[in-house]
């Protein structure tokens, strides 16, 4: 084996031929699937030649030469018709393999059999890399997968053994009802014969005892004759009172053996409902919590529905078996404990399909977790086994209430019969609606709306936006021709009630910190007070990328920057802070060192200014934002001039600086840099970040190296049309003075703007002022359009552009 490739030795008398084996490269290789398939055919399997080439014989290189010729033509012509670098590559890497079709001198035409161990080695390395490729596709997704699978197996598994148990007992209760039949059927047919016999026997006599009065009525017949009766009855009476002993006793054990077969299979249903309802659909539930988050989608209902149908159809076909083993027992009853062990296994089955029932009431589509007063909100509730059973034949209505987490913890230990609500809810009733074509039965409340609610007393610090409801849905409805009346309720996840806007934020942190670390059956709704910080790092992750619509989540740079504003912090270590813990006061309820704002105000207002204006510059990298501003700096200071990076505002909820390094004008060859006034939601209804951007001619690059035009040109926007009926359209444009070319000089005589501002970096950023105090009335204190005070900022605008822009500058200084 040499370094370019490997030696094989031809059949005699060909010499020894030397042979650069090419690999096909992946972009290259569809071009050669026409012309290497028929050479992986039965005759030039990958065995075919076991692992030597050299033992054929001149047959196989003449099939070998055949296969060449007519497999050239279409590699020859396609390697013609390829133009530019594809075709180039291909001629170039294949040209071992094709080019005595140019030349009619090949290796190959002159020994086939080195172009079957050629092509032979290509696809052996394929295989290979395919194989490979498999094996790690089956690594961390693929093991998810697996044990998906097998947990979905295993289920499957459980449904085939529940339905050889069903069947078995089914037919052995079948075999107990005919040995019953014939039982009775003997037993009436001997006290028949008896009677016909014995002209003394009363024809309507139905049990042995009569053989006694036969006995006495024999008294009156002479000596012999009665001694021979007597002894002909009495063999008679022993004979039928054996028989009915020995078939009573067969008859017990087969309802003894069927009880305990009964038995099984109840703890197979036990079993298995227990892996559907409370692993199964509890992980349903837990996802649909985390989907609230921002978590991935709970998913569909159908395969566990199917699951709980099943389950349903098997626990009710055993019930109903259990029903005839009873109507037997009562149609001959037998001395034994039979009727105290169909009693018990009618109260086990039925105590099964209540709970399969009851957890099966589920809500598919859950109630605004942030739930405003007078605002109009949906719901979706659903019964699992509804079809199966025939809930739909009288169709239930479902009544939706509010509770409080009180009244939730007494609903859940049966403490309360009669269901107490914490405020009005209209359009709070719905009949369940049965759907033919997916076998759904569900309940949609569309209309529903919280008129108003009751609060209770709060504990100590706790503010409104901390107290948890929920939305109790109930109802009522028969199974079995009225023969089981069940009476479901189920809880809604928590919900936080708000009477206006400006509450959001707060309610949404109590709602992510329930849903994020909420224990599977807890009491309602009891969460930890504190959680590690990784923990707590997930939760953000997800609920930030949901947000933005994009897998582009919260980096470990990120975190490690959030790291150190919650826990005021330098260490830049990852590492160092694994460990340690973060309590709910610390996260919602406790102002930042020397800040008047929490950490989650903080992280909510980014996350709200990246979701109303800049989602399409985090989705493609633009915006570095969790940098402080030293880090900015130290960033910066390493770039040419004109480079500047986006980051998120320490000191402002929602804000977003431009930092930028630049020469010091007032200092011939230092550079600083620059932070401008942060941007809020505000400014961006006025005019884009692109726009802002484009405005300012002194940034030329995005931190590293990225021309600002690549990033951000797509999202200019366009000029304006030229005037129309004489008027000139009014243009608002974004100066920062003195920087109104990519590297300023400073001006001579008296001083300027940029002398009289020190730079942000190193004094207070609130001394670098950009724009007069402008009032803007468009939106709301919520952030929210208003439509009435559109008139007052064209006002403003309209002002601003007629006023010379230095004098603007010139009345903000002291």
Request: contains cysteine.
């Amino acid at each position: 084996m040499g370094a370019n490739g490997l030696t094989y030795g031809a059949q005699p008398p060909e010499p020894p031929v030397t042979v650069k084996i090419h690999h096909v490269p992946p972009g290259l290789s569809p071009w050669a699937v026409p012309w290497k398939q028929p050479w992986s055919g039965s005759w030039f399997g990958l065995g075919s030649f076991g692992g030597s080439l050299r033992g054929p014989g001149a047959a196989w290189g003449g099939r070998c030469g055949s296969r060449l010729s007519p497999q050239t033509g279409p590699v020859t012509a396609r390697v013609r018709g390829a133009g530019g670098a594809g075709g180039l590559i291909w001629r170039n890497i294949c040209l071992p393999l094709c080019s005595y079709s140019h030349t009619r001198l090949s290796t190959y035409d002159r020994c086939p059999f080195e172009l079957v161990r050629c092509i032979r080695h290509i696809l052996q390395s394929e295989q290979r890399l395919v194989q490979e490729a498999t094996n790690t596709s089956c690594g961390a997704g693929g093991q998810a997968m697996d044990t998906l699978s097998q947990r979905h197996q295993q289920i499957n598994q459980a449904f085939e053994e529940l339905r050889l148990a069903t069947q078995e007992t089914e037919n052995e209760l079948r075999k107990l009802q005919h040995s019953q039949e014939y039982f009775i059927i003997q037993y009436q047919e001997n006290l028949r014969i008896q009677g016909e016999n014995k002209r003394q026997l009363h024809p309507n006599t139905h049990d042995s005892i009569s053989l006694k009065s036969q006995l006495s009525s024999l008294t009156s017949l002479p000596a012999a004759e009665r001694t021979e009766k007597e002894s002909s009855l009495q063999s008679k009476r022993a004979t039928v009172e054996a028989w009915l002993t020995r078939e009573a006793s067969t008859l017990q054990k087969y309802r003894l053996d069927l009880s305990e077969q009964h038995q099984k299979t109840l703890g197979l249903l036990r079993k298995q409902q227990t892996l559907i309802l409370d692993e199964e659909l509890i992980q349903w539930k837990r996802r649909q919590q985390l989907a609230g988050n921002g978590g991935p989608n709970e998913g569909a209902l159908d395969v566990l529905q199917s699951w709980c149908e099943k389950l349903a159809d098997y626990i009710w076909q055993n019930r109903q078996q259990i029903r005839r083993c009873e109507h037997l027992t009562q149609q001959l009853p037998l001395p034994g404990p039979m009727e105290e062990l169909l009693s018990k296994l009618n109260a086990d089955i039925t105590d099964i399909i209540s709970a399969l029932v009851t957890s099966t009431f589920i809500i598919e589509k859950q109630p605004p977790q942030v739930l405003k007063t007078q605002t109009k909100f949906a719901a979706t509730v659903r019964l699992l086994v509804g079809g199966k059973l025939n809930v739909h034949m009288n169709p239930p209505q479902v009544k939706a209430m509010i509770v409080s987490e009180l009244q939730a913890k007494a609903l859940l230990k049966n403490e309360s019969t009669h269901s107490e609500s914490s405020g009005e809810i209209l359009n709070n009733n719905c009949v369940m609606e049965y759907h033919q074509t997916t076998g759904t039965l569900s309940a949609h409340f569309r209309n529903m709306s919280l008129k108003r609610i009751k609060r209770s007393d709060r504990r100590g610090a706790e503010s409104v936006t901390e107290e948890k409801f929920t939305i109790l849905f109930e109802s009522q409805f028969s199974v079995g021709g009225n023969e089981l009346v069940f009476h479901v309720k189920t809880l809604s996840l928590p919900v936080v009630v708000i009477v206006h806007g400006s509450q959001d934020n707060n309610a949404t942190a109590t709602v992510l910190w329930d849903n994020a670390f909420a224990e599977p059956g807890r009491v309602p709704f009891i969460v930890p007070d504190k959680v590690l910080w990784p923990q707590l790092c997930e939760a953000l992750d997800m609920k930030y990328k949901a947000e933005m619509h994009s897998g582009r989540g919260l980096t470990e740079d990120n975190l490690v920057f959030l790291a150190q504003k919650a826990f005021s912090s330098s260490s830049n270590n990852p590492e160092d802070y694994s460990s340690m813990t973060m309590s709910w006061a610390q996260f919602n309820r406790e102002n930042l060192p020397g800040r008047n704002f929490t950490f989650w105000q903080w992280f909510d207002g980014v996350v709200e200014l990246m979701k109303k204006h800049l989602k399409p510059h985090w989705n493609d990298g633009a915006i570095l934002g969790f940098v402080n501003k030293q880090q900015a700096q130290d960033m910066l200071l390493s770039r040419p001039n004109g480079t500047f990076l986006l980051r998120f505002s320490d000191s402002e909820i929602g804000g977003i600086t431009i930092a930028w390094v630049a020469d010091n004008p007032n200092k011939q060859g230092e550079r600083l840099v620059w932070n401008l006034l942060p941007y809020t939601t505000k400014d961006f209804s006025i005019r884009s970040l692109a726009d802002r951007i484009s405005d300012l001619n002194h940034l030329l690059f995005l931190y590293p190296d990225r021309p600002k035009d690549e990033v951000f040109a797509k999202y200019y926007t366009p000029p304006l049309s030229k005037a129309v009926d004489g008027y000139v359209k009014p243009e608002i444009k974004q100066v920062v003075p003195e920087f109104t070319s990519p590297n300023p000089e400073p001006s001579g005589g008296a001083s300027t703007f940029m002398e009289q501002t020190a730079s942000p970096s190193v004094s207070h950023p609130g001394s670098f002022i950009v724009y007069p105090s402008i009032s803007d009335n468009m939106l709301d204190p919520d952030g929210d359009f208003d439509l009435e005070d559109t008139m007052d900022v064209a006002r403003h605008v309209e002002e601003l552009l007629r006023r010379p822009m230095a004098s603007q500058w010139n009345s903000q200084q002291p």
